[in-house]
């Protein structure tokens, strides 16, 4: 039986379009008309029975008490039940979204001079701060927290930990230092997720050498074991999330960074604080210019399978921890939901009887 009609119907935009794993059991719905027409049949047959007996009372005990409308909702819930069940058995999937299997996320934060910048009050340093606690208090219990702070180089402010109090301490105590090094924070992220998997800052380098790329062949070391890679986004239990304002000015390219956490399947959310445009910041007696590398902060949340978010404000960055928050620890998956539907079947079908037993003293 072929139901590729199903699919060529035009839904509206704002209903999803329903998916079955066994569509054929939806023949099964053209019984349904079939037992509206033996039920008036029945009710029809009754009444023409019922002229045969001589007395009143006889034809309104056959016909049942209470006779109305009343009478015919039992059998109304138990075809709508019917009709649940067929629908269960075809084993129907929707997209709903149900708690992630998150277990660690590394906050990626940028150090450097320019965040000391009051276009974003008090200034963008205090404000990621704000938003980075606030996102702690909000994200459930058992997941895991790491924090890497970045400025010429990356390091590991806090090991991926359950305590809140020690994450916050490390907040607390970044120190603004010069350059961005965008890159060098995506890879010490992977390598604080993977703390078995040998990965070094060194390895770019690796493997542009072992790739053959300015060096003779006798020069290019021996290969190691191939690292086999994923597809992007596909590694459910840990996260990238990467705040910066500025440029990279220092270390490994942070597309090449971004490629090798797309091999290892890692989302790099990326978020943009401060001017897009350019702007001259000064303080302590000089001056830098800084603006937002938006566009490679887009490309590395686009490699990644992840979002780029931009914050020009205080309450902007808020909120978009607030929104990362509820992507991190819930996600929309296709799920089969045959068990609702079966049990929609089920609570109709209780209740048909149920209301046949109170009003009539019998099962339908």
Known sequence: MNLDWISSLKWPAAIPQPSFLWPQFLWLLLLLPLLVLLYAWVLRRRKKLAVRYASLSIVQQALGKGAGWRRHVPPLLLLLALAALIVASARPVAVVALPSNQQTIILAMDVSASMRATDVEPNRLVAAQEAAKAFLRELPRDIKVGIVAFAGSAQVAQGP????????????????????????????????????????????????????????????????????????????????????????????????????????????????????????????????????????????????????????????????????????????????????????????????????????????
């Open 161 to 364: 930990t359950l305590n809140r109090e020690d994450l916050i301490s490390a907040i607390d105590r970044f120190q603004l230092q010069r350059a961005t090094a965008t890159g060098n924070a995506i890879v010490i992220s992977l390598a604080t997720l993977f703390p078995k998997a040998g990965i070094e800052l060194q390895q770019l380098s690796l493997d542009r050498v072992r790739s053959g790329v300015g060096r003779s062949l006798d020069q290019i070391p021996p290969k190691q074991d191939e690292f086999v890679p994923v597809p992007p986004g596909s590694y459910t239990t840990g996260a990238v999330i990467m705040l910066t304002d500025g440029q990279r000015t220092t270390g490994v390219d942070p597309l090449d960074a971004a490629k090798m956490a797309a091999d290892r399947g890692v989302k790099v959310y990326t978020v943009g604080i401060g001017t897009v445009d350019g702007e001259i910041i000064g303080f302590e007696g000089w001056s830098m210019r800084v603006r937002l590398d938006e566009e490679t902060l887009k490309t590395i949340a686009q490699k990644t399978a992840a979002e780029y978010f931009y914050a020009g404000t205080a309450h902007d960055l808020k909120k978009v921890y607030q929104s990362l928050s509820s992507r991190l620890t819930l996600e929309k998956k296709e799920t089969e939901v045959s068990a609702l539907f079966a049990l929609a079947g089920a609570a109709l079908t209780l209740l048909a009887g149920g209301l046949s037993l109170w009003w009539f003293g019998r099962l339908l």
